[in-house]
């Protein structure tokens, strides 16, 4: 028996938004977790630095979903973040968790199905964005949970969101 919905529809706006800011907040413990020095220092075989990679997630995450609601496809930038220390990319971690529930806001159920030019660069449905975002931050932060291991520092549990 074939018992296959016929509606599109497989999570509500509400509940996409509490998954990402699930990865977000464990993503916040992650960055937590290091020294502020190696933070700012510490890499393996090449790849950024935690705060390298904490700077990219910050340029997209508020920024691009802004960009979304205000249909402003303006090239993606990383300028503009003068972060110093551990405690500022924290603050401006928290800064950026805020302004994507306050734009979530602004999305409507039809405006995921809508073709967005992110960035100037990627002409995707907008849903599909955000699934980048999401994605991207995983990424990320698999590669925080290998420096950390090989800093001897246990990270968070990945399910502990």
Not at 103 to 116: G, N
């Amino acid at each position: 028996m074939n018992t296959i919905a016929t509606h599109s529809q497989v999570i509500s706006p509400r509940n996409l938004l509490k998954h990402w800011q699930g990865h977000r907040a464990l993503t916040r413990r992650v960055i937590d977790k290091f020294t502020e020095r190696d933070f700012f220092e510490f890499s393996l075989a090449g790849m950024r630095t935690p705060a390298q990679l904490t700077t990219e997630l910050l340029a997209i995450g508020g920024p691009a979903l802004k960009a979304i609601v205000e249909r402003n496809d303006q090239p993606y930038s990383e300028a503009g973040l003068d972060l110093k220390t551990k405690a500022d990319f924290l603050a401006k971690w928290d800064e950026e968790t805020e302004s994507i529930n306050e734009f979530w806001q602004e999305l409507t159920v039809d405006d995921f199905d809508q073709t967005f030019n992110l960035f100037g660069q990627y002409e995707f449905p907008i849903i599909e964005n955000i699934f980048y975002f999401i994605d991207n931050e995983i990424h990320h932060r698999g590669q925080m949970y290998v420096y950390l291991r090989a800093l001897n520092t246990e990270p968070p549990f990945f399910w502990e969101r």
